[in-house]
């Protein structure tokens, strides 16, 4: 992605078992992987996500790309998410909590569809492919609330493999969906 391109944000975040990601999805809805933290084979049961770097991460896409808004899942994260709005915007830094199924399962849905009509690409990552290869539809509800008859679902964990990259593409692309229209420079107003 070049400096300055517009897009938006997701991240899911972990203190010591889950992997913590920032992805990054452009408005014609390319998905990439800008930064993830694992924990190393063989840590001790005392490694911590080094949260320095997730700050310094968040800060160069900041820098480097024009963010709209970035979806950022909140547990295990709260302070960081409230110093992040403050220093961004709280209209920039939004909390989409993945644990509340009826918040989740729209994004969840719009992109499986987007990737079953061609519509969402990615960067490749393989761990990416194997995060959404580990994932299945868990269904929160009977019906949806509009009436099409169809039951919501999230998507969870189909066996121990870590999805946190399918969760975090997730919430870039609902965000990337739900960007602003970039502000309107009024010297390219030439009436």
Same mark, same amino acid.
């Given at each position: 992605m070049g400096a300055g391109e517009r897009l938006a944000l997701g991240f899911d975040g972990s203190v010591s078992d889950d992997e913590t990601v920032l992805m990054g999805c452009?408005?014609?809805?390319?998905?990439?992987?800008?930064? +993830?933290?694992?924990?190393? /084979?063989? +840590?001790?049961?005392?490694?911590?996500v080094p949260r320095d770097e997730?700050? +310094?991460a968040l800060a160069r896409a900041f820098d480097r790309y024009d963010v709209a808004v970035g979806y950022f899942d909140p547990p295990k994260w709260y302070g960081e998410l409230d110093e992040w709005a403050t220093k961004y915007? /709280?209209?920039?830094v939004v909390a989409?909590?993945?644990?509340?199924?009826?918040?989740f399962a729209p994004p969840c849905d719009a992109f499986a569809t987007a990737i079953n009509e061609g519509k969402l690409t990615h960067d490749g990552d393989p761990l990416l492919t194997q995060a959404l290869a580990a994932c299945v539809k868990r269904p929160i509800g009977r019906t949806s609330e509009d009436g099409d008859g169809r039951t919501p679902w999230v998507i969870a964990k189909a066996d121990t493999r870590k999805i946190d990259r399918a969760v975090a593409a997730v919430l870039?692309? +609902?965000?990337?969906?739900?960007m602003p229209e970039p502000p309107v420079d009024p010297a390219m107003n030439v009436w």
């Open positions: 452009t408005a014609d809805l390319f998905v990439f992987t800008i930064r +993830a933290w694992a924990r190393p /084979e063989g +840590a001790p049961k005392s490694w911590r997730v700050h +310094a915007g /709280e209209t920039v989409l909590d993945t644990n509340q199924g009826r918040r870039a692309f +609902a965000a990337a969906n739900d």
